[in-house]
């Protein structure tokens, strides 16, 4: 089984900043990598696909880079919604997939 | 409007059964692949099952495989997961979940409904 490692498990930042949270697999997943945000009490949102693709209606600000076993999502100003949880989740052996912990983004 | 909505959650003992069903709309569901995925209160999100459009193919997490069952209905645009063998680990929101027509990355979710395995 893949398994996904997420650092740092938390990122303290202001608004304004810039955030780089990292996705690692344990075996390569190519480019079948996915981001999402969850903010707390609602749904897990899909900001990025195959590892680089923002998914429609997501800013401009997000963005994902990466293949094989090493991944980043980089905001690159944080605006006040964006303080949320993220997951990243692979799909190399589709249809099986994971999920990596996550990462929380706070204010600092 | 593409949506989701997942119904049959509760409260069931240990060892009981339970059987979830999502309520698909806006989109031809038969062309999607579809899932499972749940998260435990205060955790991370966990894929559960996924079944395929055309249902020839399924799979299942190890934490569920066995007691668990995925099946869909085209003709009525519903997604089901029959629970067998619960245990209290399998208490959290279960998410009935889209995959992108695409790949593998997942689109589209319900809101969830709770499952709660105590005695």
């Known amino acids: 089984e893949i398994v996904l490692t997420q650092s740092p498990a938390t990122l303290s930042l202001s608004p304004g900043e810039r955030a780089t949270l990292s996705c690692r697999a344990s075996e390569t997943v190519y480019t079948y990598l996915a981001w999402y945000q969850q903010k707390p009490g609602q749904v897990p949102r899909l900001l990025i696909y195959?590892?680089?693709h923002r998914a429609p209606g997501i800013p401009a600000r997000f963005s994902g880079s990466g293949s094989g076993t090493d991944f980043t999502l980089t905001i690159s100003s944080l605006e006040p919604e964006d303080f949320a949880v993220y997951y990243c989740?692979?799909?190399?052996?589709?249809?099986?997939?994971?999920f990596g912990p996550g990462t929380k983004v706070d204010i600092k | 409007e593409v949506q989701l909505v997942e119904s049959g959650g509760g409260l069931v003992k240990p060892g009981g059964s339970l059987r979830l069903s999502c309520a698909a709309s806006g989109f031809t569901f038969r062309s999607y692949n579809m899932n499972w995925v749940r998260q435990a209160p205060g955790k991370g999100l966990e894929w559960v099952s996924s079944i395929s459009g055309s249902t020839t193919y399924i799979s299942y997490a190890d934490s569920v495989k066995g007691r668990f069952t995925i099946s869909r209905d085209n003709a009525n645009n519903s997604l089901s997961l029959q629970m067998s063998g619960l245990r209290a680990e399998d208490s959290g929101l279960y998410y009935c979940?889209?995959?992108?027509?695409?790949?593998?990355?997942?689109?589209?979710w319900g809101h969830g409904t709770t499952v709660t395995v105590s005695s």
């Open positions: 195959d590892a680089s």
């Open positions: 979940v889209r995959d992108r027509v695409a790949g593998g990355s997942m689109d589209v």
């Open positions: 989740q692979q799909r190399n052996n589709w249809p099986r997939a994971t």
